[in-house]
Antibody, heavy 118, light 110 residues
Framework: EEQLVESGGGLVQPGGSLRLSCAAS????????INWVRQAPGKGLERISY????????YYADSVKGRFTISRDNPNKSVYLQMNSLRNDDTAVYYC???????????WGQGTRVTVSP | QSALTQPRSVSGSPGQSVTLSCTGT?????????VSWYQQRPGKAPKLLIY???ERPSGVPYRFSGSKSGNTASLTISGLQAEDEADYYC??????????FGIGTTVTVL
């Protein structure tokens, strides 16, 4: 079964840092680009970051640019999201999602919750 | 990049057909054939229903279909079932590695 599993979420104070992980299994990880998509409580989806297969291309939404860094470790089939200078409005469930099927996000993890609060 | 416009809610009786709209601009929906649709049940991760405007991944029921005209994409659910009650999000490529989601539509089965 093709699967993504996120971890690393939790409660952090404003200005703090967290590192999220996304572990893949059941597919050839190095062949796929990976995205991070977040969902604030009661809100819609926001794609915030992307990393290509060979790590040559990364993307950040304006809302996280300069604060978040995406990376990947192909031998360990994992993607990471280093989140610094966290703000209250970063509170959300963070999903990693595979970029597949044409041009869509075809495999999603179960999500990890990040709460930024004093 | 502004979120794509979707109706907040749509409802229908079992067996009926409902169509969800997703309106963008010529810079996203109208400019590329890269519109996808996702179903999200409460407390669950999104699930891909439609990609590249009209294509359906294996395992997605045939009652889900996608289309596009100009700057508006649509998802039609034919033969509505109770299990289709969920939130539905559209998403479009918007150039330069950018993707924009819609605000989401809640489908209620009466």
């Amino acid at each position: 079964e093709e699967q993504l599993v996120e971890s690393g979420g939790g409660l952090v104070q404003p200005g703090g840092s967290l590192r999220l992980s996304c572990a893949a299994s059941g597919f050839r990880f190095s062949d796929y680009s990976i995205n991070w998509v977040r969902q604030a409580p009661g809100k819609g989806l926001e794609r915030i970051s992307y990393i290509s297969t060979g790590r040559r291309t990364t993307y950040y939404a304006d809302s996280v640019k300069g604060r978040f860094t995406i990376s990947r470790d192909n031998p360990n089939k994992s993607v990471y999201l280093q989140m610094n200078s966290l703000r209250n409005d970063d509170t959300a469930v963070y999903y990693c999602a595979r970029h597949g099927y044409g041009d869509a996000f075809d495999v999603w993890g179960q999500g990890t919750r990040v709460t930024v609060s004093p | 990049q502004s979120a794509l416009t979707q109706p907040r809610s749509v409802s229908g009786s079992p067996g009926q057909s409902v169509t969800l709209s997703c309106t963008g601009t010529s810079s996203d929906v109208g400019g590329y054939n890269y519109v996808s649709w996702y179903q999200q049940r409460p407390g669950k991760a999104p699930k891909l229903l439609i990609y590249d405007v009209t294509e359906r991944p294996s395992g997605v029921p045939y009652r889900f279909s996608g289309s596009k005209s100009g700057n508006t994409a649509s998802l039609t659910i034919s033969g509505l079932q109770a299990e289709d009650e969920a939130d539905y999000y559209c998403c479009s490529f918007a150039g330069d590695y950018t993707y924009v989601f819609g605000i989401g539509t809640t489908v209620t089965v009466l």
